[in-house]
Each structure stands twice: as C-alpha cells, then as structure tokens.
C-alpha cells in the first residue's frame, strides 16, 4: 500500500525468482541442517506476519502471540493424542479456538493502548502458561510427546493425513513454505483491501480514524482474529515438526518476544519486512547457537542480545527501511508516474 | 427542514461546565457560524455532536435521529463528520490514501474508493499533492486535506473547527471559495471560527458563544450589532465605556 | 483468625515491599522519559551477584556492601542511559522495547557466560544469624528476620524516594522534566543529566533490593525474570509513572501472591496466573491503572 513500490513487472519477476529459489533450494541442497533452517525460516517468517497484520499494520503491539501459538500446537496435539484426530482437523480446532479466545480478550484488552497493550498481552500469555503448566490433563510443565506413525510391521512411516514424515524433513520444508505462502497471501489481500486502509489509519491516529468512520474496535478485533486464526495454524505446524510441545516453548514470553523481534527487524509494517527479518535473523541465531552455543554457555545469546541492541539503536524502521537511507531526498513532493494503487490492482487481477 | 437539533447540551468537566444548556437547530442546505473568544465551548461542542464526548446533559438529533453519545464512526455514517482544529493528517498515508479511508465508508471496493477520492481531491484542489505522505504538507494543504477526507464519506452536514485559521490570506480566500462551494453541493455546514471577519460572510446564520453560554443567535447583521456579543469580543470597555 | 492466614499476611506484605521497590525504579525511568525498562530484572540479577562476589571474595556481608551495590548499580543506570537509551530516545516505541529487552537478555546471557546457570547462596549471611533467624509472633507465626529487614530498608529506601522526589531541588527539576522536556530546557533544567539521575536512581533502588534479596534468595543470571514480569504487572497495575501507584500495587501482589491461593483453595503454583488476572481485572475498570494519569 505504501508508496515504496517497485513497477509492477518488476515486483512480479522479484516474487517469482524468490518464490524459484525457496522451491529448488530445497531439492538441490540435500541437507538436515539446511532444511531445518527453512523450516525454521518458514515458521518464523509466517509467525512475524501474522504479528504484522496486528502489530504493524494496525499498530497494536502484542508481547503475547505465543498464546494462540500455544492454543494451535496443544488442541491439535491433544486432539491427536487423546481422539487419534488428524492434525488437519486439529489445526482448524485450534484456529476456532484462538479465534474465540481473541473474540473474548479482544474488546477489553484493546481499551487498553501503548505499554498498558503490550503488558495486558504479557499477563494473558504468562496465564496460560502458569495453567498449562499446572493441568495435569495437558501433560504439565513435561509437555506432550506426539505418537509416532507407524506402518502395519511397526516401522515409523510418512503420512500426508496424520500430518508426519519420519524419511525426511523434504516434506516439513514445503508445508512450512506453504503456511508461510498462505499467510503472506492473507497479509497482502489484508494490505490491498479496505481493511488494510482502516488498520493503517487506526495505527496513524485512531481519533481521526474513526472521524471519517472507521469503526475503530471492530478493526481491531478482525486484526487480533486474523493474527491469532494465522498464529494458531503455525503452532498446529510446529508440534508436528518436533512431534513434542511443552508449556515454556510454546507460551513463554521469550517466543512472543522473538515473534514481533523478526517483524520488527525486517520492518514493522511492511509487506516482506517479516519474510526478510526472518531469512537474516533466524540463519543468524542457528549459527551462532552451533558455533558459539556449545555446552550452554549462552554465548551465542550474549551475541544475539548485542545485536538487538545494536538493530534498535542503527536501524530502528528495520531492514526494508534500509534503501530510504541511501535514496536521495527528492521523492517528497514530486508525485510518481505511475500511482501505486493502480499497480495493486494491476497485480490482483493478474 | 431541521437537519440537526441541539437540546439543552451541557458537557461538565468535574466543576467546569464548558457547555451549558446549548439548544439551537440547523436546517438543511445552510451554513451556521459558530463563533466564541477562546475558551467559549465551541470545540467541545463540535465534539460532544460528533460522538468524541459524552454530553452530561442534553439531546443531539440528526435527521430526525437521536444521537447523543452514539460513537463517531455510526454518527459519520449516518452523514454527519467533522474536522479537527488541530489537523490529523494521517501521516505516513498518502494524501490519496488519506481520503480513501474516508471513502470506504460507503463502498469496499478499492477501484470505486479511489474514483470517489480523486474527484474529492479534484474538487478540493489537491490532485497535485495526491502521492505526498500526509507528514510532509503544509498547513494549508493539512487543512484541506481534512476537509477533503471528510468530503469523501459523503456527508449530509460537515463541520469544520477553525479551517482557516493559521492561514495567510491567499490560502484563507481559497478556503472561503471552497466552502462556498461545498454549500451549493447541497451540504449543510456547521462552521466554527473565531475570526469574525471570516465567518460572517460565508454563513446564512451566526451562533455565538461565551464561556460555554449561548449569547446570541441570529443573521450576521444583527449579530454585528448585538451588545453582548460586542463586549464578549473585544471587552466589556467597548460597549459600555465606563 | 487462622494462623496461617497471618502468616500468609504478613509474608505476602513483605515481599510486596521489596516488589514495590523494584517497581518504583521502573516507574520512575517511565514517567520521566516514557520508557519502559526491560532490562530491569537483570539489573536486579547484576545487584545480587554483586552482594554474592563481595561476599564469596572478601566475606562481606550482603548488608555491608549494600551501599556499595547500590553505588555501582546507580552507575550501571547511568551507562544504561549514555550508551542506550539516549540513543533510542527518538526512536520509535517498538525500537525502544527492543533496545532495553537486548540489554536484558545482554546482560543475562553475559551472567551465565561469565558465572554459569548455576544456583548460589550466601551462606549464613549476618542476618540469617540474629535471633536465630526468626522471630515468633504468636504460636505457629513466625517472621524471618531477613524478610523483616529486608522490607524495613525497602521501605526506607522507598521513604527516602519519595523525599527525594517530592521535597528537593533536585526532585522538582526531575519531576519538571517528567512533565515538559522542553519548558524544563528553557527554565535551564538540562534534560540530559535528569534522565542520567533518573536512571540511576532507578536502578540504585533495584540495587539496593538485590543486595536485601541477595540474603535470602537464590543467586542465578535469570532470577530476575519473575521480578521483572511482576514489576510491570506492578507498574501498569498502580498506573505508569505514579510511584504510590508502585507502592500499593507491589504490596497487593505481594499480598495477592500468597494470600489468594491459601483464600480460594488453589494450588500455590498458580499464584502468578492469579497475580496477572487481579492486574487484568483492574485495568479493564481503570485502564490507566490505579493511580495512573493517562
């Protein structure tokens, strides 16, 4: 939606070449650590969107995104575990079920702006933490461990409908893209669409927004269900990956945290921001945490902490602010050849 | 006919009453000045018609409605918007985009949207700043943007806080031409300014204010002459030199 | 009334001052600059091993060295304020959380760096020593004397906060920065050096409930997280900015911490889910909290 738009050819041919790369890679590079890098990629990536659509778009900050993260991976695990239920079924549970949560929290909790906001969202987290970790029927703070598919002689096998693949992480690589696909494509009809327009004019200043009649709570609200459906998915995604969930991991502050950090580094906000927070961060983190992290001496966090210092201090618009630094001031007043509105048309219909 | 009514508003902030017991009526198609020194209400007025406040006291009609206390966004939709004294251009919008959001109140659809904007912005002379970010206009151009941005949810009746103030003289005749022009649309316009000289020639009928009272309503000649108002604005020495 | 009612009692409004202290640095950096510290458990973390290192390499005793503490922590405030956070000042708000939370986790990650995850205590500390390390109240209650002490200097500490603020010179200039930055810069009140006091102050009284911490409590690099979590929970809940706010919402938490699961019949480990819904409940009636201004 913004002006910072490249022509549309242009746009399409980057789209495709990106989306070439993350599709080929994968077979070309036949490697365990390379693909669990994507999928963490992936996970992250569509994670920070999701964030976006609530954070960046419509400027509500949430420091507890992990809870419908949470919400996604233990209804469909326990689905699993205690109804043999195919993690597909439990992934639509899950999003109806972020979806009330974020129907019930969303009204009051948005009354509430700036820190007040970013705190509320902290506590609801840090609650569902402390129960989860305390109900033995969810599995407590020891977590559940998922089941392992296996074929008529007891071997663990691949299984499209129960969601697991115990050959090769090959398959786990393209469903992380696909989610990332989908909540991308969600993110970019939200921007392209009057919601986009409202949630951006709620973050620019919500008084004048709802002036001219943006029904400023019910924007809010369709952000948070969008963000926690989205969120919940992913989480449904990232138990059948490890095969295990436990309360720390999946509602702990320090995943809400690491959520809006690769939104935030990419550029809050911005469409590819939370795409590009993650291809730079996450590759980032693995690195430093096998090169650096052995034998838990958490040097490879004292590194990461530094370099959250230094991005808010050198580069607080984040990454796809970059180019603006280096552009020379002239764009301000001249008005562009081609207006970009007529571009995103351009491309949705195409 | 009666577009909007005002019964007995009073708006009480703990001990201070900025609006007391304000009763007044617009009919369709007019102007109505509201004038006041500093400090006479006139703002919180705008605000407590437009859903920003809670009145204490008091009944807003529109259309025949009632609307007291009803949230801005249904008041704008039902064809009543205001603007700011204070301007709040969204800023990191483009002008285009500003009045867009303004637009989709009455459509969803992105191609009609941006035709019900670039008319409003062709009409309110804006056309040339359409791609600059609401953060980098001037003051005058903020000003009309506010003004084209509340065009664009097709209003029934438009109230403008002080559009002209802050203005040089050029500009402020370029505003009076448009609001003119928005009257012969057919658009009924609540019209707030304290510079007098402004005012007076643009509205059909003069409201005026003084330390949240209701002083004076009438013609703008009969308000020129009335005593009370002559004091409230340049101080009781004039009218009655002691 | 029960005993272990009283008990809970007057545990709970124990650590509910030490709570209210921490919070009241926390408080005071966010009414000043409208910042939120999220650094501020680690600043605790950084004042406790500090007691323990004095302790372990010199025997001195974690009251002893509580000015010393308190010193070094006021200069971390300072350095905070010079090397970060001036930096962020005009950044946007989601730069200046991260900002602080790198330093946070910065200074955590460093601690088990240069320390290990590991657990410390200081053995028999002087306190743990004076009347056999507790005083009977009555049958069946008792007070730990350094639980004792260590809320009596909190309160102190938060007394002299207070004075500071409110009766100096130097109060009035923080608290005209606090109000209008720029008006203060025209009456010759430069902004700069209140946010330098302002931030070590604030972290001097973490420091000085670190060093009361440090004779009772364990001693690892993330044992500030709980306290931080529950002092933004106490700042929100007793309104950004407003110090009486810091001080009735951290003894509430205190209070709420271990009184409410002993009342209502839930298992202690659920102690802070219901610490964040009293703090959840509270700003859905007030959303600037209890004594906040906005």
Not at chain 1, 101 to 120: C, E, N, T
Not at chain 3, 63 to 91: D, K, Q
Not at chain 3, 138 to 159: K, S, T
């Amino acid at each position: 939606m913004l002006d910072r738009r490249l022509p549309a050819p242009l746009t399409l041919t980057a789209l495709a070449v990106v989306i070439g790369i993350l599709v080929t890679t994968p077979l070309l590079i036949n490697n365990n650590v390379f693909h669990h890098t994507l999928i963490l990629i992936g996970i992250y990536a569509a994670l920070a969107q999701a964030w976006n659509i609530l954070g960046g778009f419509a400027g509500q900050i949430s420091l507890g995104n992990a809870i419908f993260f949470g919400i996604g991976a233990y209804t469909s695990s326990l689905l699993l575990v205690r109804a043999q239920l195919s993690p597909w079924l439990g992934a639509l549970a899950g999003m109806a079920l972020a979806m009330v949560l974020a129907l019930l929290i969303g009204y009051p909790v948005f009354r509430l702006a700036g820190h007040y906001l970013a705190i509320a969202t902290i506590a609801l987290a840090e609650i569902a933490l402390v129960v989860f970790q305390n109900l033995e029927f969810v599995g407590g703070a020891a977590g559940i461990s998922l089941p392992i598919t296996r074929d008529m002689q007891g071997r663990p096998t691949d299984s499209w409908w129960m969601l697991q693949f115990n050959s090769s992480k090959l398959p786990y690589v393209y469903l992380a893209l696909g989610v990332l696909g989908v909540v991308q494509v969600v993110a970019t009809l939200l921007d392209r669409s009057w919601i986009g327009f409202f949630l951006r004019a709620i973050k620019n200043d919500q008084t004048a927004a709802a002036a001219i009649g943006v029904p400023v709570a019910r924007y809010k609200l369709i952000a948070l269900l969008i963000s926690s459906a989205c969120t919940a998915l992913i989480g449904t995604f990232y138990a059948q990956y490890l095969l295990f969930v436990d309360p720390e991991t999946v509602f702990g502050l320090s995943l809400s945290v690491l959520i809006a950090l690769v939104a935030i580094l990419g550029g809050a906000g911005s469409l590819w921001g939370p795409f590009l927070g993650a291809v730079v961060l996450i590759p980032l983190a693995e690195a430093t945490r096998s090169q650096l992290g052995g034998r838990g001496t958490a040097f490879d966090l004292v590194i990461y902490g530094l370099l959250i210092m230094v991005i808010a201090v050198f580069q607080p618009a984040g990454l796809t602010g970059l180019p603006e630094r280096f552009r020379p001031r002239q764009r301000t007043s001249v008005a562009p050849a081609a207006p970009a509105d007529t571009q995103m048309e351009e491309s949705l219909r195409s | 006919m009666s577009l909007l009514e005002v019964t007995d508003l009073t708006m009480a902030f703990g001990g201070l009453v900025a609006n007391d017991r304000i009763s007044f009526t617009l009919h369709e198609g007019e102007v109505l000045g509201v004038i006041g020194p500093n400090g006479a209400g006139k703002t919180t007025l705008f605000a407590c018609i437009a859903g920003f406040l809670k009145p204490t006291r008091g009944q807003v009609r529109f259309a025949g409605e009632d609307i007291t206390g009803m949230r801005p966004d249904r008041i704008c939709r039902r064809g009543l918007v205001r603007t700011f004294q204070i301007v709040r251009a969204l800023p990191d919008l483009t002008v285009l985009q500003n009045v867009m959001v303004g637009a989709f109140l009455r459509t969803h659809a992105m191609r009609e949207a941006r035709q019900i904007a670039e008319e409003v912005l062709a009409f309110t002379g804006l056309e040339a700043r359409a791609h600059t970010p609401g953060k980098n206009l001037t003051i005058a151009d903020k000003k009309r943007l506010e003004v084209a941005r509340a065009l664009a949810t097709q209003p029934r009746l438009l109230m403008l806080d002080e559009v002209m103030s802050g203005l040089n003289a050029q500009e402020r005749q370029q505003a009076v031409t448009l609001v003119r022009a928005i009257q012969r649309r057919g658009i009924s316009i609540l019209l707030i300014e304290h510079i007098m000289d402004v005012l007076l020639p643009l509205s059909n009928r003069v409201l005026v204010l003084n330390y949240g009272k209701k002083i004076a309503e009438g013609s703008p000649d009969s308000i020129t002459r009335n005593p009370e108002v002559i004091a409230a604005y340049l101080g009781s020495s004039y009218a009655s030199p002691s | 009334m029960d005993a272990t009612i009283v008990q809970a009692v007057l545990s709970g409004a124990l650590i509910g001052m030490i709570y209210a202290l921490i919070a009241a640095g926390l408080s005071l950096i966010f009414g000043l600059m409208e910042i939120v510290n999220f650094a501020h458990g680690e600043f605790l973390m950084l004042a406790m091993f500090s007691s323990f290192w004095m302790w372990e390499l010199w025997r001195l005793d974690p009251l002893a060295s509580l000015p010393i503490t308190a010193a070094l922590m006021f200069g971390v405030g300072v350095l905070t304020n010079r090397l970060l956070v001036m930096r962020v000042l005009n950044a946007p708000a989601l730069a200046q959380i991260f900002a602080t939370f790198g330093l946070g986790l910065f200074l955590r990650a460093s601690a088990q760096y240069l320390w290990t995850a590991d657990f410390r205590a200081i053995q028999d500390p002087f306190l743990s020593r004076v009347a056999g390390g507790r005083i009977a109240l009555g049958r069946d209650v008792f007070i730990g004397v350094p639980q004792l002490v260590a809320a009596v200097i909190a309160a102190v500490a938060f007394a002299l906060l207070g004075l500071l603020i409110r009766r100096t010179r130097l109060g009035l200039a923080l608290q005209a920065v606090a109000e209008d930055r720029s008006t203060a810069a025209l009456m010759g009140i430069p902004a700069g050096r209140m946010f330098d006091l302002g931030w070590g102050i604030a972290a001097a009284c973490v420091g000085i409930a670190g060093a009361v911490l440090a004779s009772f409590y364990y001693i690892y690099p993330s044992v500030g997280v709980t306290f931080a979590l529950l002092a933004y929970i106490i700042v929100a809940l007793g309104g950004f900015g407003s110090i009486t706010g810091a001080l009735i919402a951290g003894i509430m938490v205190g209070l709420v911490e271990i009184v409410a699961p002993l009342l209502l019949g839930i298992p202690p480990a659920y102690k802070y889910a219901l610490v964040f819904t009293l703090y959840l409940l509270v700003v859905l009636v007030r959303p600037q909290g209890l004594f906040g201004r906005y």
